[in-house]
Every structure is written in structure tokens, then in C-alpha cells.
């Protein structure tokens, strides 16, 4: 079990083959043995093979006296029990992640009911107000701006859920086709240019290639998608400073940023944030709400896509995603 012969055995004693972490606590029992405060012990260690190797054994340690109460031997008494030590700590981790995901099924329950009322209620209570005969023409425009805002809010809530049900149940299909890239990023760089407020968040563009080299074959409306989602998130937590997005060509793939001099993300996060239902709890998401799936979303497509996504920040000066897709051109498919 140890990994040494018998011979070698008896020249050494169980103190040398237990881990140095457990020494302490054998040290303490085996003097209440030799004090005759206990008949015997149980305990489980972790025990050094001779080849450096760390084992977990049960272990039952006693005395040996002699006729006369003097102590001749400890008898140890040692089972391997890494096997099952192994099974209990995937269990262990198994439950722990159960429990995980439940709280984060119950965080997301309670965030999408608040997610909903709020813009329900403004939509409810905007439309009786638009009834009102006597409510000036100018608070009309208003109104109907808020309500639209909140149907729209309320209508990519719905969609992000959708996404998520299809992406678990496996429904979700790629359709390839041919994209401008170029022209679909300057789009979207006019969407967001529009929406942000230009003064504290500008928004630049950097496409990597020329135009007539960005033609490619991907999913173009996962890929809008995923970007999208990327720069919604960088403008929700960045205040002031700037947002880049664009793309490179690097080792035959494209490698995609969206770069954000925001509130930044722990590093203890980085992995947890792709997880559906993960926040992390900080002023700006509890201000802004959110589902936590987006990102989910975006790594399920970034895969299924055939590429990957990660991230770099440093927490209060800004956060750099990126991800891959493979650079297809038109006629290799
Ligand atoms: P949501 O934005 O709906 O909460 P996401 O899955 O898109 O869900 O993001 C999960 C969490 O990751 C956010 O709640 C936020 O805490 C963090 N996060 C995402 N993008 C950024 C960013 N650019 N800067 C700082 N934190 C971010």
C-alpha cells in the first residue's frame, strides 16, 4: 500500500509516512493512549507512499503492553481509503454545485419577476395616463417614447429567456451565410453611437481587415448577437471613458474585442459571470437589473459558432472580452 518492502518498513515508524499535516493531531492521541485515557483511536489521514505519493487511509491505533503495563508496540492498523475519499469529495462538490445552481435559479426567479413589473407598470401606468383628455400633447410624446422603451425592454427579457431554453434543450441551429462584416460592424457601431451618450461614452470601431477581404461565412445574426450584448454590457458599467470594439486576424480565426473603461470584474469572477443567472452584486447591477444570461448566451454561441470566449479586466479601470470564430471565406464551406 505504501510502496515500500518489508525490510524497509521496519526501519521506519508511522510518524515517517504521515503526511506532516496530520502529525500534530496523531501526536496528541497517541499520548492519551499512553496515558491510558482512551483504549484506542480511530482517525482518518492522508499518508506519504514512498514514492511521494499521497494516499488516504483509515487508521485504528493501539497499544501493546506486556504483562507488567509497560508498553511494547503501537499496533496501526491502516486501510486505504483514497478510493472512496475521492467519491465523497465529488459528491461533496456535486451537492455544492446543485445547491449552487438552485440559489442562482432562485436569484434569477426573484430578478426576472422585478425585471418584468418594472417595465409592466410603467406601460400600465403610462397608457392610462395617455387616456387622460387633459395631459398636455408634449408629455404625450413622452409617454409613448417610456412605453415603447419598456415594450422594448420587456420584449429582449422574453428573448434572452427563449435563447436560453433553446440553447439547454439543444434546438438551436447555425445558419451560415455570407456576411459583410465591415458594414455590419459600422451598423452596429451607429446603433450604439446613437443610443450612448456621446459626450461621457464614445464608441469606436476597429476593423481588422479590409472590406473586401471581411466577406466571410458565419451565423450573422448570433455573431450581431453576441456583440451587441458585449457592448450593452461594457456601456451598463462604464460611467465615463470609452468603449472599443472590433476584430483582428489572428492564427486563422477572427479574435473579437469589446474593450470598456468600466467598473471592471474581479478576476475571482471571470469563470462564475458565463454562468446562467450569475451577477456579480455590485451597485451598477443592482441599479441596472439585468437577467444574468446574456453572457450566457454569448459563450453558447460563441461555441456552437466553433470558437471561444474570455476575458481580461482590471477591476475600476476596465474590462476586455474576447472571442474567436474561425475566419471562413466564401466557397470554403
Ligand atoms: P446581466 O448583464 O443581465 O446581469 P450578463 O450575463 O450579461 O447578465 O452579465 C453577468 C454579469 O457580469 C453582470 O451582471 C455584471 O456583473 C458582469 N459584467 C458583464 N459585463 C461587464 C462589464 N463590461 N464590466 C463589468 N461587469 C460586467
Known sequence: MLGYKEDELKTITLRDFTHPDYVAGDDVSL???????????HTENRYTRKDGSVIWGS???SIIRNNNDEIQYFLAMIEDITLRKIAESELIAAKEKAEESDRLKTAFLHNVSHEIRTPMNAIIGFSALLNEPDTPESDRHQFIDIIFQSGSQLLSIINDIVDVANIESGQVKLNIKEMNLNSSLRILDEQFSYKEKP?????????GLPDEQAVIMTDSTKLIQILSNLINNASKFTRKGRIDF???????NLEFFVKDTGIGIPPEHHEKIFERFF???????????????????CKAYVELLGGKIWLTSNPGKGTDFRFTIPYVLPGKV
Not at 199 to 206: G, Q, R, T, V
Not at 279 to 297: A, C, E, M, P, Y
Open 279 to 297: 451577477q456579480v452584486d455590485n451597485l451598477v447591477s443592482r441599479k441596472f437589473g439585468g437577467t444574468g444570461l446574456g453572457l450566457s448566451i
Open 199 to 207: 459626450d461621457i461614452i464614445s464608441i469606436n470601431l476597429d476593423t
Open 246 to 252: 472590433g476584430y483582428a486576424l489572428k492564427d486563422g
Open 59 to 61: 487508521a485504528t491505533i
Open 31 to 41: 499520548l492519551r493512549l499512553v496515558a491510558e485515557e482512551i483504549p484506542v483511536y
